[in-house]
């Protein structure tokens, strides 16, 4: 059964294109995704940042993190950083609003030149069940959007999500590994062996996900993985939320 919320939506974005309205406020714009305000919250990725995790730092140097446990990606971009305005609209994107996918593809593919060529696209997956109730999986339409520009083909399932997670948000960086541990699986290795691969997701936090998911490419025989993200935590707030108040 359609629900009368969806009609709304829907009716709304009939009338009142996404061009024509700031992504989180919703006021009209006319010739921006965001008004002066909300853009003003909005911290993009455009500075300094660590040439391997690509996250914002204060010098263009590897930051501690990747020189203490490099990723098993080869390299990161990201667009935005993951607060305020950033993390607003990745919570829309996560919430019923997937036509976002377009202004953030616009926004990765201002950084392909940063990214070797890949021979595919591979997106992180969601298990069926969390995708029926979520309704779509954003990293699979934001992968769709990406190829579109780089003409790099998505490999469609190319991992797939075995076993439901808790939620990674609630964890600290030990624990996100640990309940990642083998959920994903790559069904088809023989599409990804030999092949440089672009992974996506809509954002890079301790990087739990990511490395996840790449040693499992990285086993079926991938040649090496890029990473791609919406958004990332700047490096500076990843260990800072890992400390914990005594108590």
């Known amino acids: 059964m359609i629900k009368l919320s969806d009609l709304q939506k829907f009716a709304s974005e009939a009338l009142f294109p996404k061009s024509f309205t700031c992504d989180i406020c919703g006021i ?24 391997v995790c690509g996250r914002k730092t204060f010098s263009p140097e590897i930051c501690l993190e990747c ?4 990723p098993r990606f080869k390299k990161a971009v990201s667009a935005l950083v993951y607060d305020g305005g950033g993390a607003a609209l990745i919570s829309i994107f996560k919430n ?12 990765i593919t201002e950084k392909a030149d940063n990214i070797a060529n890949a021979d595919c ?23 769709k959007s990406i190829s ?11 991992l797939i999500k075995t076993t439901e997670t808790a939620a990674q948000k609630s964890l600290a960086k030990k624990e996100r590994a640990s309940n990642l541990a083998d959920c994903f699986k790559v069904d088809k290795p023989e599409k990804i062996k030999d092949n440089t691969v672009l992974l ?11 490395d996840a998911a790449c040693k499992k490419l990285l086993h079926a025989g991938a040649k090496c993985v890029y990473f791609a993200a919406v958004a990332s ?15």
């Open 28 to 51: 009209e714009t006319f010739d921006s995704n965001l008004c002066p305000d909300c853009l003003k919250t909005v911290t993009f990725n455009n500075g300094t940042t660590c040439p």
């Open 200 to 210: 996506v997701d809509d954002v890079l936090t301790t990087g739990a996900t990511a």
């Open 148 to 158: 579109k520009r780089l003409n790099i083909p998505v490999l469609k399932n190319g």
């Open 233 to 247: 935590v700047e490096y500076k707030l990843i260990n800072k939320k890992e400390q914990k108040p005594n108590r």
């Open 67 to 70: 020189k203490a446990e490099a």
């Open 96 to 107: 019923g609003c997937g036509y976002l996918k377009e202004y953030f593809a616009d926004l």
């Open 121 to 143: 696209i591979v997106y992180i997956p969601m298990t069926k069940k969390a995708e029926r109730r979520r309704g779509y999986n954003q990293a699979e339409l934001l992968a």
